[in-house]
């Protein structure tokens, strides 16, 4: 069936470091794609969102990039800090007649001094 | 800022029991969903409502049912609790077309 999914379960990086956390989808009518970010004992949060007619988006440090080609969806953040420490999900829209969100398993990101 | 409240953060219940939780959103959000977040599985989505008195299932609806009488307010309902049903409960609120946002989650606990 077809599914949001994550390329690895768990990120170690190094502060100051880049990361970079990959997402894959298969259904090539999803149009809306959101990442969130997820601290220990909390409801997940926004982080930024892109549409299917773009294929980069920046943030504050951190840019989410689409390829649709390959169905293909990273999140990058720079100079990754402490606090960055977090699960991180994909979701897509899968038509906008629905409106509703699946998400990925999510990604672990660790970040070590 | 947006606010979605759960009315629980944490929740022991027996097997059999009648479950409710509830939701809460302050900003007028049409779209409502509940999710169930376990580990290794992501959320899944368990239902979702895009006006009043209006649901759809989601994608693991089994067990679960829900209630929409107010814009505000979306509840979910566990008919018979099962252990099976122990889990982190998400609820969510949205605008057409934009992002989710999440209440803290409720953690039930079915013995």
């Known amino acids: 069936g077809e599914s949001v999914g994550l390329h690895l379960p768990t990120l170690s990086v190094q502060e100051g470091d880049n990361s970079i956390i990959n997402c894959a989808y298969s259904n090539s009518a999803s149009d809306y794609f959101i990442w969130y970010k997820q601290e220990s004992g909390k409801g997940p949060q926004f982080i930024i969102d892109i549409r299917s007619n773009m294929d980069k988006r920046q943030g504050q440090r951190v840019t989410v990039l689409l390829n649709k080609t390959v169905k293909h969806l990273s999140l990058q953040i720079a100079a990754t800090q402490p606090g960055d420490s977090a699960v991180y999900f994909c979701a897509e829209r899968r038509s906008y007649n629905t409106d509703k969100l699946i998400f990925g398993t999510g990604t672990r990101l660790q970040v070590f001094p | 800022d947006v606010k979605v409240t759960q009315s629980s953060r944490y929740l022991v219940k027996r097997t059999g029991e009648k479950v409710f939780l509830e939701c809460v959103q302050d900003?007028?959000?049409?779209?409502m969903f509940w999710y169930r977040q376990d580990p290794g599985l992501g959320l899944r989505l368990i239902y979702f409502?895009?006006?009043?008195?209006?649901?759809e299932k989601g994608d693991i609806p089994e067990g679960y049912s829900v209630s929409r009488e107010k814009k505000e307010r979306f509840s979910l309902i566990l008919e018979s609790a099962s252990t099976n049903q122990t889990s982190m409960y998400l609820c969510?609120?949205?605008?057409?077309?934009?992002?989710?946002?999440f209440g803290q989650g409720t953690r039930l606990t079915v013995v």
């Open positions: 900003m007028d959000h049409e779209n």
């Open positions: 409502s895009y006006d009043v008195k209006m649901k």
């Open positions: 969510a609120s949205r605008l057409m077309s934009t992002e989710a946002f």
